[in-house]
């Protein structure tokens, strides 16, 4: 048994970092840049008023008071998308929209409603500073200029800019297929009737959720018998189309888990089979033909709770994501006791008070059960050698789904 450090570490050392792949801004959601991506162009590409309002050279109103208005004479108009090819003189304003262009020899843009219009006069009462409701050409980026860095990751922030700078298709790191196969001979279908010996499969849909909470599509092979060589066919299968096995159940010692006896017999360099935490203790990783390949133990939480911890971080690598869980001091509200030896996972219930994270005991946790966790928002570390922690301790943990 090693701890949950060692085995994170053996994990990411074995996660190769996915090859690249061309994608459609739109498809690049939350995937990772693998290229810095530079500016093709100023942004934005020419001086522009940020008002509905007149341009103006500034200047001619240093004078400007309420009693003393200062008048120039309505020349034009500009409207967004349209070029001005003349000047502005001395003594004239130009009639202009957001967006459009400021013509060449004005330097502010005064907005309508703090002038006077009398025909095709216009009337300025105060002093308008250089400038003054301009967007300057190249304010927010220049040509040449480093626009996102590899190792962003994509969010409509960076769609938006890749579209306003012309790039319809950016390199990113590729996601990894992940194939799940779940086994165990007392499993039915969820649309079956109960019926004696038998409980409804859950993992299945539980896995492939929490996939999709990370971005990924699984391919699930469904439900396998726990017998040797149908298992070893579902695995030889799911290791020709996938970066990443997973497996649920059939992970322990007992007579009837052959999870790691298919591993064996395909040659897979076991890396470890239990880990020092709870829930979650039974978790087989191998390197299996060049892929990465896990056994989940079958009891529910134990099965989330291990995915969340070993398989999301091998993903996120894949994908070339910096993992950042967002720590917080929770104060425990409630005493608990264990065996010392594994770090264990409180499911909790978190709830910010003043500024303060509380954490407060959901129903009886058990890895064999979800009922309990549907009332937790988050989860609190208990370090290996601690036996037991009592109300008021502050204890690191994070918020889960949410
Ligand atoms: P195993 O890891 O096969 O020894 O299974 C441990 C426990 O998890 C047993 O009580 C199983 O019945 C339960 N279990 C295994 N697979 C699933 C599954 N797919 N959905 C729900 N419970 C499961
Ligand atoms: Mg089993």
């Known amino acids: 048994m090693i701890s949950r450090d060692e085995a994170l570490n053996i994990i990411l050392q074995e996660t190769p970092l996915g ?9 690049s959601l939350s995937r990772v840049l693998s290229e810095d991506i530079y500016s093709k162009d100023n942004l934005p590409p020419f001086s522009k008023s940020a008002m ?21 004479n309505i020349t034009g108009i500009i409207k967004a998308g349209d070029f001005f090819e003349g000047e502005l003189q001395k003594g004239e304003a130009i009639r202009i929209m957001t967006g459009a262009p400021l013509p060449k020899g004005a330097d502010a843009v005064i907005q309508f409603e703090k002038v006077k219009i009398e025909g095709i006069s216009l009337f300025v009462y105060d002093k308008v500073k ?62 079956e009737e109960l019926y004696p010996g038998k409980i409804r499969n859950s993992n299945e849909y539980t896995l492939i959720s929490l996939l999709k909470n990370a971005g990924l599509k699984p391919i699930s092979f469904g439900l396998v018998k726990d017998n040797k060589n149908l298992i070893r066919e579902k695995i030889e299968e799911a290791l020709k189309v996938s ?29 470890f089979n239990s880990v020092a935490i709870k ?47 967002d720590i917080l001091p929770v104060i425990l509200k409630d005493d608990y006791n264990f065996k010392k030896g ?6 909790v219930n978190i709830q910010k008070v003043n500024g303060v994270y509380y954490g407060y005991r959901i129903g009886w946790q058990s890895s064999s059960g979800l009922a309990s966790v549907t009332e937790a928002n988050g989860v609190v570390i208990v370090p290996e050698e601690k036996s037991c922690v009592k109300s008021g301790e502050i204890l690191n943990g994070y918020f889960i789904f949410s």
């Open 243 to 271: 970066d990443i096995v997973v497996t649920s159940g059939g992970a322990s010692k007992g007579d009837y888990d052959f999870v790691e006896d298919v591993l064996v017999e395909l040659g897979a360099d076991i890396k």
């Open 342 to 347: 594994k770090r264990m996972y409180i499911y």
């Open 52 to 72: 509905d309002g007149y341009a103006i050279k500034s200047e001619e109103t240093a004078e400007a008071l309420r009693e003393a208005p200062i008048e120039f």
């Open 19 to 27: 090859n690249v792949e061309e994608k459609y801004i739109l498809d």
């Open 130 to 191: 250089a400038d003054r409701n301009v967007i300057k050409r190249g304010e927010e980026i220049n040509s040449g200029d480093l626009a996102l860095a590899k190792g962003t990751v994509i969010r409509p922030f960076e769609i938006g800019l890749l579209a306003s700078l012309g790039y319809s298709k950016i390199p990113v790191y590729r996601t990894p297929t992940v194939a799940l196969i779940i086994t165990g001979d007392e499993l039915i279908n969820i649309e």
């Open 279 to 325: 829930p979650g203790k039974p978790l087989t990783f191998a390197v299996v033909k060049d892929k990465l390949f896990f056994s989940l133990p079958g009891n529910p939480l134990a099965a989330i709770n291990t995915f969340q911890e070993f398989i999301i971080p091998a993903c996120d690598k894949f994908m070339g994501k910096k993992r950042c869980t």
